[in-house]
């Protein structure tokens, strides 16, 4: 009596089987030959361990027997269908393909099917594949592609589309079935197509995870309707056994866009509006000085007279800042140099300094202060400048006055100073009798600010405005 194996060898021959097995067991898949009647001829190792069967359970059973049973009748027919035009190709192209288990357990595969001439007739090897693993990661896959909140478009190296999510079918108002294998370019404004082409081509060249486009580049999307809208998108490549694939998650930011409008529009309309109020302070600001210039032609008390003219100039100073608070184009900071540089020059024509007498030496750093800082900023330049102007050239004596703004570190030094006669000893500048020491005092103070008195070589004026000065 022959065994089970013997049997069925014969559709093979002994020398062909013994080749045929060693192939077999060398694949790293399971493989079932099948006779022209359905009936499986020989399996492999890798067969058995994947259906649970015995290799004796198997042999001379029908193929279906590996099938589950509602797919019986229709895997005939296809068997049948095989067998009238053999050739290689998979099996069940298109079409989720699965297998069962001993025990009743069902599991997805993957078949590919190729004829085998032998001397006893036409044989078919069925390579099979558990996809378990891999349909599990697909679907989580694609899981996390539905649950994302932008709209998800996975294409190949040609530009086709292979997958979607949901949110690109909202986004896009197309039907998932309308974009699958269709190029990326449909979603591409038509004046924009050759060139993403381009773009598309020298992404592949230098694959990474990237955004699309320019920094300052707007990106715009193609909807069915033929309407178009702004986007953001991120490239990410993604390695598969099928080749590299582009993932492009897509944003709509129309939105955000007409947000940004609205809000750049109500910016304007306040620019303009605080430009106005600067405007108008620095006019009503040159109003009082110009009453207090009436006011002193009607003074004859010479201390009452420079009390006046103080005054006045510390107006001028503030009225000054909203001056070029009006010109400047950002509103929050005034160019600091240009500031102080007026100022100073101000104050010489209105004590008619001869500037061949006395030199000006201006050396400011456009450096960042707050509103506030800067006001203050002035206001002690206007004291300690007009100081020096009054006091520290006696009877025609020539001289310098500097003033100098710096960074050091991560404060701001402002310097005033001159090579005159020099500070009076007796003097504390710290606890002053006259109202403009005592305003240079004051103004450090409220910006956080430091004061040194260097008397050597004349009067040298140091203030130092901490980092909270500068916001």
Do not use: W
């Amino acid at each position: 009596m022959r065994t089970g194996d013997e049997k069925y060898n014969d559709g093979l021959g002994i020398s062909s089987q013994t080749a045929l097995q060693g192939f077999l067991e060398a694949a790293p898949d399971a493989i079932v030959v099948v006779d022209t009647s359905g009936r499986i001829v020989t399996v492999n190792q890798l067969t058995e361990r994947m259906f649970g069967y015995a290799r004796q359970e198997l042999l001379g059973k029908t193929v279906e027997f590996l099938v589950p049973e509602r797919y019986h009748g229709r895997h005939v027919l296809h068997r049948s269908n095989y067998f009238r035009e053999p050739r290689t190709r998979p099996m069940g192209e298109g079409r989720e393909l699965a297998g069962r288990r001993k025990d009743g357990s069902e599991f997805s595969v993957e078949i590919s099917l190729s004829p085998l001439e032998t001397d006893k007739g036409t044989l078919v090897i069925s390579i099979i594949r558990d996809t378990t693993q891999r349909r599990q990661a697909e679907a989580k896959f694609r899981g996390l592609l539905e649950s994302a909140p932008d709209g998800i478009i996975v294409v190949d190296r040609s530009g086709r589309i292979v997958i979607v999510n949901s949110q690109t079918e909202r986004i896009f108002g197309y039907s998932r079935d309308e974009l699958i294998n269709k190029s990326i370019e449909l979603l591409v404004p038509k004046r924009f197509m050759s060139a993403h082409v381009a773009h598309r081509n020298g992404y592949l060249n230098n694959p990474k995870t990237r955004p699309m486009g320019g920094a300052s580049s707007t990106l715009t999307g193609r909807k069915r309707d033929g309407t178009e809208f702004p986007v953001e998108i991120s490239l990410s490549p993604m390695h598969t056994d099928e080749g590299m694939l582009v993932t492009a998650a897509i944003r709509d930011i129309s939105e955000r866009k007409l947000v940004e409008t609205r809000l750049r529009s109500s910016l304007q309309e306040k620019e303009i509006l605080l430009k106005e109020i600067h405007h108008r302070v620095k006019n009503n600001l040159q109003i009082v000085s110009s009453m207090l210039n009436l006011q002193i032609d009607q003074i004859s008390d010479p201390k009452a007279l420079g009390l006046f003219k103080e005054s006045q100039t510390r107006v001028r100073s503030i009225a000054l800042f909203h001056e070029k608070l009006y010109q400047s184009k950002d509103l929050a900071r005034v160019d600091i140099a240009e500031y102080l540089k007026g100022l100073a020059t101000g104050l010489f024509a209105t004590y008619g300094v001869n500037p061949d007498n006395i030199l000006l030496d201006i050396q400011t750093e456009d450096v960042p202060l707050g509103v506030d800082a800067a006001i203050s900023c002035g206001l002690i330049v206007n004291e300690l400048v007009s100081n020096a102007l009054k006091h520290a050239f006696p009877n025609g004596r020539r001289g310098e006055v500097r003033v100098a703004l710096r960074r050091e570190g991560e404060d701001v030094i402002l310097e005033v100073a001159d090579n005159g006669i020099g500070f009076p000893a007796e003097v504390d500048f710290r606890n002053p009798s006259t109202l403009g020491l005592k305003l240079v005092c004051i103004l450090s103070e409220q910006v956080r600010g430091s004061i040194e008195l260097d008397r050597r070589e004349g009067t040298r004026f140091l203030v130092r405005f901490g980092h909270g000065a500068q916001s």
